[in-house]
């Protein structure tokens, strides 16, 4: 009964966000602005190219890959909130989240029907943008492995701001709300670690501890860290955790 609710609720909310204008504007502004990333890490990688000395090889990963990847996943923490925003809130204007959260595995597999729903717009996006490399590799020597390292880095951040936005709807009566919530949630998490140098040494470890650049950093120079690993899941599930506790919260007040 608890499987066939989820599928049930992933199919419906996967064909509410493919068939409304989030979709549309998430894949419009998403290749837009990863493409022109790439278009002018392009232009960088030339202009090192032809600054190198004779015989130099350019590294791609380093001087394309990590300044492209880097800035799209600024920019994802920006568009990410629009997948999540009306998951819960919007069920709340309708009036359908008190009849939601009563089924039988709910509130559990209602948050999860719903997370993976935005989870699989999201990495269909990222994997529409494996062009990108594959463009590359036309011309330059790309390091598969590596940029396979990179993409888990991604996804792996992503989905982390998804959990925020998804327990963020949770929580707002309005989707806007939901939205401006993750947006803060997501920029503090990705900029904390820029204000590291102005701290005392004993909190500069823990800054970078949570700092989502700093965790994802190692991922684009194709190291995959246990810890860092760890860390991203961890904020998944505390995230969920808090969005099933609210839930429970409201049923029995």
């Not at 278009?39 to 190198?52: D, E, P, R, V």
């Not at 595995?105 to 999860?112: H, R």
């Not at 036309?138 to 598969?144: D, H, S």
């Amino acid at each position: 009964m608890r499987a066939q609710f989820i599928r049930a609720l992933y199919r419906k909310e996967l064909r509410i966000l493919t068939s409304s204008w989030i979709l549309y504007v998430f894949f419009a502004l998403f290749f837009f602005f990863t493409g022109w990333f790439y278009y002018q890490g392009i232009l960088s990688y030339s202009a090192w190219s032809i600054q190198a000395p004779p015989g130099t090889v350019v590294n791609v990963q380093q001087h394309l890959f990590v300044p492209l990847y880097s800035n799209m996943m600024f920019f994802l923490t920006l568009l990410l909130p629009i997948l999540t925003m009306r998951l819960v809130a919007e069920e709340r204007r309708q009036g359908t989240y008190s009849l939601l959260v009563t089924y039988p595995g709910s509130p559990l597999a209602l948050l999860g029907a719903k997370y993976l729903s935005a989870l699989t717009v999201f990495l269909g996006g990222l994997l529409f943008s494996g062009l990108y490399p594959i463009i590359t590799s036309l011309w330059g020597g790309v390091e598969w492995p590596l940029v396979c390292t990179t993409y888990l880095g991604v996804a792996l951040c992503g989905s982390a701001i998804l959990s925020m936005g998804l327990f963020f709807s949770t929580v707002a009566e309005h989707y806007l709300v939901a939205a401006l919530l993750t947006e803060a949630a997501s920029l503090f998490f990705w900029l904390i670690g820029w204000i590291a140098n102005y701290l005392p040494d004993r909190m500069t470890r823990l800054v970078f501890g949570v700092s989502f650049y700093h965790r994802l950093k190692p991922f684009l120079l194709g190291i995959v860290d246990t810890d860092d690993t760890l860390y991203f899941l961890n904020v998944i599930g505390v995230f969920f955790f808090l969005g099933y506790y609210w839930i429970y919260r409201e049923q029995q007040s």
